[in-house]
């Protein structure tokens, strides 16, 4: 019983989400006494569905492109060409972790205005960190013995990055991405402070004209999103690991 | 001889040659809120001081293209950010014409640039020096001091951000305040809970899943909803609980924020006593043991202080996030040095935006470094006794 029980909940969050988001008209009745003066009891200012999505766009294009920059980064630093770099990136990462999300998120308006821009510069540069952190601690802690056996292979520099380091850093680079999507989806929820459509909408709608059934909404959908994505994201990262542990025995 | 270069050094460089000849130094606005005009670092400065500066980026940009030694190399970084840090006040006083309150004067991209430049030199030398926990700690008291002098001194007066500063002195003292109280008391709260609650986990490993699971769902919750969920059941504790609301739990406000950071601080300060507990070696337990240590003399006297490091770093992911996340609170009325963020982006007043942003990485970075350092100097020494 114990098995499949997660993944039923799991399963009833997942499409209770979907028919909120689709059809939340259903559930006025419910969060119709949290609100007082007779003010809408389902957000109206917009689709929950389009905004669900843009949200996820925003977060999925900064996501890739931060993927992207921060494993080349990661790369170049652990090659004897770019060695120099390696402890300085390291203190960066450091550095980098300490800025709140917020600060990056307003200094980036008066860079590039208003609107997705800010929030999708943010949530890029604040991606990099925890992407480029746990490709750099794999890369760099690769069992020796292995590393051996595919230069005594005869393998290049290319193969052995491409057959032998990255798919045995897949795990922990997994890992990276996965604090990388849930720390983007909290600050893309904070870019609709700067005018960026988001699901923060619904949320920051209800606070300023003091509707508890937007805040409740907004806050729901945004969790029941983050918790699911989280949970998606371990459990290929445990796929992940295992395909690697058989591989590597 | 020839040449050789500093790879490191050829990015700064860089920076440092388009930051010093083609980007704006800073920006000259006739009122807080119209755009601003570009000025060069010739154009910002007297004639003097504008070309003693323009040489000391470049030959600072040049040492750092070299191969030069460390100790040269930290010498340049020091004199060019002391310098920046100087003459951007210069220039605030030179660009405001006389007896113009309006006028409002801010660093521009060129100047954080090179900011920016010259600290990567500086964090550079600094991460090949190695330095010990203890001198990490010195130098951030001096960078800090000397901060603190040239706020102090009233060079810095001219500049936009203090002129925001200058405005609403008395609120930026009381939100520091409730920003500071707001990180350290869900700390505290959180370590009171977290440390027996992770040692009941340590202990009964049926628990131990459970509670993990939970307080790393609470986490992935990103904050801004955290905050908005839990504003409906304080509000009804506020209601219907005799007291609640005279001791100040309310819907909005800090109660909250407070709650919701407590709640986030949990997860690292359990998970970190369970690892440390953990990963206290059977030998030093089996001869506590065999000393005949009762369970609350082992805990207290073997496990505790042999888990303090790993429990220490979990404190310090806590306290930074602390410090960021606070900045949100003041979406809900928590009150922070997020209540200034949001005000500037709201009118536009990016001066205000980094009156409450710069405060807070500032806070963030010192409070990294110095529980950095603490949890290095346990550390060894744990490695220096249990030698």
């Known amino acids: 019983m114990k098995a499949w029980l997660p993944a039923l909940l799991r399963l009833a969050v997942l499409a209770l989400l979907v028919v909120f988001i689709t059809s939340p008209g259903w559930f006025e009745p419910l969060l119709k006494p949290l609100t007082e003066n007779g003010a809408p009891a389902i957000y109206n200012q917009g689709s929950l569905l389009t905004l669900t999505l843009q949200h996820l766009r925003t977060v999925l294009v900064a996501t890739v492109a931060a993927t992207i ?101 897949a795990p922990v680079i997994l890992g990276g991405i996965r604090l990388s999507v849930v720390i983007s989806l909290a600050t893309a929820t904070i870019g609709s402070t700067v005018a960026a459509k988001t699901l923060g909408e619904v949320i920051i709608a209800g606070l300023i004209s003091n509707n508890l059934a937007f805040v409740l909404q907004g806050g729901l959908i945004v969790a029941a999103l983050a918790v699911l994505i989280y949970d998606g994201l371990s459990a290929i990262e445990r796929y992940a690991a295992r395909r690697m542990g058989q591989g590597a025995e | 001889m020839t040449l050789r270069f500093d790879k490191l050094g050829i990015v700064i460089a860089a920076i440092v040659a388009y930051a010093a000849l083609f980007a704006p130094f800073a920006t000259f606005r006739a009122n807080r809120i119209v755009p601003g005009q570009a000025r060069s670092i010739l154009e910002a400065l007297p004639p003097t001081l504008g070309m003693l500066l323009l040489a000391i980026v470049i030959v600072g940009g040049i040492i750092a293209l070299l191969k030069t030694p460390l100790i040269i190399r930290l010498a340049a970084s020091i004199v060019a950010l002391v310098a920046l840090a100087i003459l951007i006040g210069v220039a605030g006083a030179f660009l405001t014409p006389d007896g113009n309150t309006f ?14 430049a010259f600290t990567l030199l500086l964090a550079d030398v600094l991460t090949r020096l190695n330095l010990s926990p203890w001198s990490r700690v010195g130098v951030l008291m001096i960078a800090a001091l000397a901060i603190a002098a040239l706020l102090v001194s009233g060079l810095w007066d001219s500049l936009s951000i203090l002129k925001e500063y200058a405005s609403r002195a008395d ?49 992935t919750i990103p904050s801004i909803a955290l905050f908005g969920l839990l504003i409906a059941p304080l509000g009804w504790v506020a209601l219907h609980v005799p007291g609640a609301a005279a001791i100040g739990i309310r819907g909005i406000g800090t109660a909250p924020a407070f709650v919701a950071l407590f709640l986030y601080s949990l997860l690292p300060v359990v998970a970190n006593t369970v690892v440390g507990l953990a990963g206290v070696p059977r030998a030093a337990n089996d001869a506590a043991r065999g000393m005949g240590m009762t369970d609350r003399q082992r805990l207290l006297d073997v496990e505790f202080p042999l888990a303090f490091p790993v429990i220490l770093t979990g404190i310090r992911i806590v306290l930074v996030q602390n410090i960021g996340l606070a900045t949100i609170a003041a979406l809900i009325g928590g009150g922070g040095f997020g209540v200034f963020v949001f005000q500037g982006v709201g009118q536009t007043a990016m001066d205000l935006v980094l009156l409450g942003a710069l405060p807070t990485v500032a806070l963030a970075f010192a409070a990294a470094i110095i529980l950095d350092a603490v949890i290095e100097m346990t550390a060894t020494k744990r490695r220096v006794e249990t030698a």
Request: hydrophobic share 55%.
């Open chain 1, 69 to 169: 920059v921060a494993v080349a980064l990661a790369i170049l630093v652990t090659r004897p060409a770019g060695a120099e770099f390696l402890p300085l990136s390291r203190s960066l990462v450091n550095i980098g972790q300490t800025f709140p999300p917020v600060a990056v998120l307003a200094l980036a308006v008066p860079a590039v205005g208003f609107g997705e821009k800010p929030t999708l510069i943010a949530l890029f540069l604040y991606g990099l960190l925890p992407i480029f952190e746990n490709a750099l601690t794999a890369l760099t802690t690769l069992p020796g013995n292995v590393m051996e056996a595919a230069r005594g292979a005869g393998m290049t520099g290319w193969q052995r990055l491409m057959k032998v380091e990255l798919p045995l850093s």
């Open chain 2, 171 to 219: 609120s930026f003292w009381a939100e520091a305040s409730k920003h500071v109280t707001l990180a350290l008391g869900s700390l505290v709260g959180a370590v009171i809970v977290g440390i027996p609650l992770g040692i009941l986990c340590h202990r009964v490993e049926t628990l131990r899943a459970g509670v993990l699971n939970v307080l790393n769902i609470i986490q």
């Open chain 2, 103 to 116: 006028a409002r004067i801010a660093p521009a991209s060129g100047f954080w640039l090179l900011i920016f």
